[in-house]
Every structure is written in C-alpha cells, then in structure tokens.
C-alpha cells in the first residue's frame, strides 16, 4: 500500500513539473470537462509578413485612381539604396495595359513611385508586384477606379501601355562601341521573343542591326548590338516587332 501511495504521488509531481514549466498541458482526465485549450498553431506566417515586402496600405484594400500622377508605395527590409521595379499589370484581357516603373529603398526602408493610369479605360483590376534581382518579393490585387477628368494634362510618356524603349531625353543613345545596350519593358507574356531592328534613316552611312530579345519575368527585355563602325551623329530608328507586327519605334543617333 505505500508503495502504490508513492508512485502515484510521483506522477502528480511530473505532472506539476511540466506544467509549471509550461512544456505540456495534461489532458483531461477521463470524465472530467474543461480540459486546457489548444495551444495556437504558428505553421502560418502573420498576413504580409511573408518576405518583408508590402504595398500599402497593409490592412485595407488596394484601390489606384485613373490619374496622371498616381502614387503607389509600400515598405521592404531590404537594403536602403536597392533598386526595386514596381509594375502594375491588368488582369483583363480585354483591357490589356502594363506599367513599370523603378525606384530605390530609402533610408527608412519605404520605396514609392508615381505612374501615369489616365491611359487605363474604365474601372479595372490589376495586379501589382515588387521585384528586387529578378525575383518577385510580393504581389497584390489593386482595384483601379476611373475617376472622370482625372486624366486631363500632361501625359507621362514612358507609362503608356503596351511595348515601349527605356531611355532619356527626345531620342535614344548609343556610343559608337561593340555591345551597346538597347533596352525596353513590355505587356507581352515572359518568355515571348522581340525582334529589335537598328535601321539608318540617312543614305550616307546606310546600315541595320537586328537581334532577338527574350521578355524576361519582370516585363523587361535588352540587346545588345554593335555600333562602332557608326561615326557619331549617325541617326536611326529602332523598332521593337513581334509577330510582323511594330510595337514599338524611337529615334536613335549615336554619340
């Protein structure tokens, strides 16, 4: 009889033991109610906390207005001074329409850009992703609201929708060098292959370059051509073409 007396005491004492250290709670015993509750289950992450990297607003939903100068931005733990490309993509077919857009982290780890949506027709729904070295940090659904006469005024050029080349000023430069970069961001699906053809457009120096690019996840697309048998003030024209068909063209001159 104290033998059985002890070994029950010993597993009460277990049985505190674990429970003061907060290891395990014991169950109910047979026929008694109220038993501990579940302890909460943490295999999923915190809703936006996934990688970082959020477009604001957090807790809310996304909702982007048909204006020139619309402001989309959000905060990352990546580096200050690491380049980011926004882009803001429809979900409908029958409304096609890309944006992009690059900007850097600053020192307190927020990240905007400003993108002309007055080209967009009509309330629609697009989704907008981050992407840092070509991988995607985050994405979201954003519903854009047309707003009538938002879009009065100037236009912003490099937002317009569809295929486009990246560069500065009225036309596009090169140097006269081997492996000059021409790039450009297009609403083509990644993996799409575009033809960029480099044609003179004056009979003194008559010449064309042509090579493929291949759209990369991010929209983008680049080629690389030589130029250094071009004396400088060479003008041209570069054309981006799928399908037989030009999506894009711009000015060009070597400097």
């Given at each position: ?46 809703p936006n906390e996934v990688n970082g990297t959020v477009v604001s607003p957090v807790n809310d939903s996304l909702v982007l207005e048909t204006r020139a100068n619309e402001t989309v931005d959000g905060v990352t733990d990546l580096d200050p001074g690491a380049t980011l490309t926004l882009r803001i993509r429809s979900d409908s077919a029958e409304n096609p329409f890309l944006y992009q857009r690059q900007t850097t982290v600053r020192e307190n780890g927020t990240f ?144």
């Open positions: 009889m104290t033998a059985r007396r002890t070994a029950v005491v010993s597993v009460v004492a277990v049985g505190a033991v674990l429970l003061a250290g907060g290891l395990f709670a014991l169950p109910a015993l047979s026929g008694q109610t109220g038993g501990p509750a579940e302890a909460p289950t943490t295999d999923s992450p915190a905007a850009v400003q993108v002309d949506l007055s080209n967009v027709e009509g309330n629609a729904t697009a989704t907008v992703s981050v992407r840092h070295d070509g991988a995607e940090l985050t994405n979201r659904t954003a519903q854009i609201r047309h707003v009538p006469g938002a879009s009065d005024g100037e236009a912003d050029d490099e937002s317009s929708a569809g295929t486009q080349f990246d560069y500065d000023g009225d036309a596009l430069t090169v140097r006269n060098d081997a492996d000059q970069s021409i790039r450009g961001t297009t609403d083509l699906d990644p993996g799409t292959n575009v033809t960029i053809r480099a044609r003179s457009t004056g009979s003194s120096t008559p010449f064309i370059r042509q090579r493929v690019a291949t759209v990369a996840d991010d929209g983008s697309f680049t080629v690389t051509m030589d130029f250094e048998s071009l004396p400088d003030g060479t003008e041209f024209v570069v054309r981006a073409v799928h399908d037989d068909e030009t999506l894009a063209e711009a000015d060009a001159r070597v400097e």
